[in-house]
């Protein structure tokens, strides 16, 4: 794939990535009990929450763009086990795509970031 074309499908993934979390987070803090995990979280529900919405932000800067990546891949990992244990198992399959995003973005680096991308390492030849 081209290297602006690479860019182009980055960002919409990154920018699809944060507006699930926050759109998770703003759910799950709105109303604790009533959300869809209240249920089974309990007291958690407000610290995943916050967990969503500070890995929105951490995503979007260069610096901590892999930890946000990584919590979010936790986050999402928590999320489906409590819904197997619902026993919501249709809804646990649904998240699967979701979990395997921030897996692939963990990979790329962020867009805007001045560092090597790991094709460009393992494709650099030593001359001489």
């Known amino acids: 794939m081209k290297p602006k074309a690479f860019k182009i499908?980055?960002?919409?993934?990154?920018?699809?990535v944060?507006?699930?979390?926050?759109?998770?987070?703003?759910r799950m803090l709105e109303n604790p009990t009533q959300s869809f995990y209240?249920?089974?979280l309990g007291e958690h529900t407000v610290f995943m929450g916050v967990l969503s919405v500070c890995c929105a932000v951490f995503i979007l800067f260069p610096f901590?763009?892999?930890?946000?990546n990584l919590l979010t891949v936790f986050k999402m990992a928590v999320l489906i086990l409590f819904m197997l244990k619902m026993g919501e198992v249709a809804a646990a399959f649904w998240e699967?795509?979701?979990l395997l995003i921030?897996?692939?973005?963990?990979?790329?680096?962020?867009?805007?970031?001045?560092?090597?991308?790991?094709?460009d390492m393992m494709l650099e030849r030593k001359t001489g």
């Open 102 to 119: 921030p897996v692939v973005l963990a990979r790329c680096c962020h867009p805007f970031s001045n560092r090597y991308q790991w094709d």
């Open 38 to 40: 209240g249920t089974e």
């Open 96 to 98: 699967v795509p979701f």
């Open 64 to 68: 901590t763009y892999i930890t946000g």
């Open 9 to 16: 499908v980055n960002i919409l993934l990154i920018m699809l």
């Open 18 to 26: 944060v507006a699930q979390n926050v759109w998770d987070g703003y």
